[in-house]
């Protein structure tokens, strides 16, 4: 899977002239996958296109996105992380780290279902940082 760092490096370069087969020599990638890059596709546009895609969570976040509390976003990104995604498991060994004062949590072995749930919760939580970020810069660049 590619970075967001390697889709702008693909892109720089043929912006300043490099050809597709020099592209894929150089950063070691196909030219398929060059292509893909180039033309906008893959994973991070799909993603994009799913979050955009749920109108539920599109409307919450556009609501959220009225609320510009930073303090406020941390603290319902955890609750919804607590209420939505960590399991016992998991929230036990963050306790555990925590009353024992370590610098690091044990690994824990993610099952699956706890990795889509991540995934899923992530998704909601960038459309609702689109929304915020939008209605901050809206603030923001409306000036005095």
């Given at each position: 899977?590619?970075?967001?760092?390697?889709?702008?490096?693909?892109?720089?370069?043929?912006?300043?002239?490099?050809?597709?087969?020099?592209?894929?020599?150089?950063?070691?990638?196909?030219?398929?996958?060059?292509?893909?890059?180039?033309?906008g596709?893959?994973d991070?546009?799909?993603?994009?296109?799913?979050?955009?895609?749920?109108?539920?969570?599109?409307?919450?976040?556009?609501?959220?996105?009225?609320?510009?509390?930073?303090?406020?976003?941390?603290?319902?990104?955890?609750?919804?992380?607590?209420?939505?995604?960590?399991?016992?498991?998991?929230?036990?060994?963050v306790?555990?780290?925590?009353?024992?004062?370590?610098?690091?949590?044990?690994?824990?072995?993610?099952?699956?279902?706890?990795?889509?749930?991540?995934?899923?919760?992530?998704?909601?939580?960038?459309?609702?940082?689109?929304?915020?970020?939008?209605?901050?810069?809206?603030?923001?660049?409306?000036?005095?």
């Amino acid at each position: 899977m590619l970075s967001v760092d390697d889709y702008g490096r693909i892109r720089r370069a043929h912006r300043d002239g490099m050809s597709i087969r020099e592209i894929a020599r150089q950063f070691h990638h196909s030219r398929y996958k060059v292509r893909e890059v180039l033309r906008g596709g893959g994973d991070v546009a799909r993603r994009s296109r799913e979050i955009r895609g749920d109108r539920q969570t599109w409307a919450a976040a556009e609501a959220a996105g009225r609320t510009l509390e930073p303090l406020q976003w941390l603290a319902e990104s955890s609750e919804f992380g607590k209420s939505h995604v960590y399991s016992a498991e998991v929230l036990d060994a963050v306790d555990a780290a925590r009353r024992a004062g370590a610098e690091k949590v044990e690994t824990v072995d993610l099952p699956e279902a706890y990795l889509k749930a991540a995934g899923a919760l992530a998704q909601k939580r960038a459309a609702f940082a689109a929304h915020r970020l939008a209605a901050v810069l809206r603030e923001d660049l409306s000036g005095p």
